[in-house]
């Protein structure tokens, strides 16, 4: 009797503590797609240009675009001609909670591939590549890592920038003062409100906020990374192999028959919704040579 008792109560520990971790085994996405006739996308509302609202309900972008592609694709593998998209709105400081639990299948925004990320969450085959900068306004006269001794400076909580800042501030020995905001456009208000001296970001998302301003001139990107670049890919439930080759089969189809190159000019190198903006960013070698040979960083 006592021996049952003990191995209950392991049992209930067990399950509290899985559950406490958030580590609930969600059952094979595919699978519960082809039940429910649904698959959910995390987007941002805000992250241009991989994922926004522009004038209509459902978000926009580059990551969207390529995330409807694999839907479609999808569509074809299950036979579910009808399969229905819910757009999910998240967050940098939940998203990975939302994947894992099963409110969201994919997150299609911008997230930065990374080994230890991987420990939590799988990502498809890249799909851009950047660095992460910093952006002050150019009154202040900041422009290099050195400039950011003794300031305020601002990341969004959730994201790697926050790690790569603090190891070049004990590093350096710059005494900087990190705040987090939960939110990138509040991270970019703040200097804009001179409540930080400098917002810490990857670079792409960066040059956005400022062109979406339409003051670029009051603005200054620093000249030096703070971290070199790394890539990006749609977020994935870890351990869904299932899932992941779906996904990265239907993204190697689109960089094989050269129409990501067409994808990407489209968002990045020409006028986008809603109001004209254009990034004027050709595509880089590093990430040309990415889609031309991509690599499954789940197998590494």
């Known amino acids: 009797m006592q021996r049952s008792t003990l191995w209950l109560a392991l049992g209930i520990f067990s399950l509290l503590s899985t559950y406490a971790a958030g580590q609930e085994v969600q059952p094979p996405t595919l699978e519960t797609i082809a039940r429910t006739g649904i698959i959910r996308l995390g987007y941002a509302d805000r992250n241009i240009p991989f994922s926004y609202l ?9 990551s969207i675009e390529l995330c409807l592609k694999v839907v479609d694709s999808i569509k074809e593998k299950l036979d579910l001609p009808g399969l229905k998209v819910d757009f999910v709105k998240r967050t940098p400081s939940n998203r ?3 994947l894992n639990d099963g409110t969201i299948d994919m997150e299609c925004v911008a997230s930065t591939n990374t080994e230890e990320r991987r420990k939590a969450v799988w990502f498809s085959y890249s799909h851009f590549i950047t660095g992460t900068r910093y952006v002050a306004l150019k009154s202040s006269g900041l422009n290099t890592v050195a400039d950011l001794a003794g300031r305020t400076v601002v990341v969004t909580t959730g994201t790697i920038n926050i790690g790569q800042l603090n190891v070049l501030n004990r590093k350096l020995g710059l005494n900087i003062a990190v705040l987090q905001n939960d939110s990138t456009e509040g991270g970019f208000e703040m200097v804009t409100e001179n409540r930080a001296s400098a917002f810490v970001m990857d670079d792409i998302l960066l040059r956005s906020f400022v062109a979406e301003t339409g003051r ?3 603005y ?13 890919g749609l977020m994935l439930r ?9 996904v990265n089969e239907a993204l190697g189809e689109i960089y094989a028959s050269g129409e990501i190159e067409k994808i990407y000019e489209k968002w990045f190198n020409a006028p986008i919704p ?12 590093d990430l040309a040579d990415a889609f031309r040979n991509p690599v499954d960083t789940t197998a590494q």
């Open 54 to 62: 522009g004038t209509g309900p459902e978000p926009i972008g580059y």
């Open 96 to 98: 990975i909670t939302l």
């Open 216 to 218: 670029p001139e009051d």
């Open 220 to 232: 200054a990107i620093s000249n030096e990374y703070l971290a070199p670049p790394q890539p990006y």
């Open 238 to 246: 870890h351990g869904d192999t299932g899932f992941r080759d779906a």
């Open 274 to 285: 809603p109001n004209g903006m254009n990034l004027q960013r050709p595509l880089p070698d």
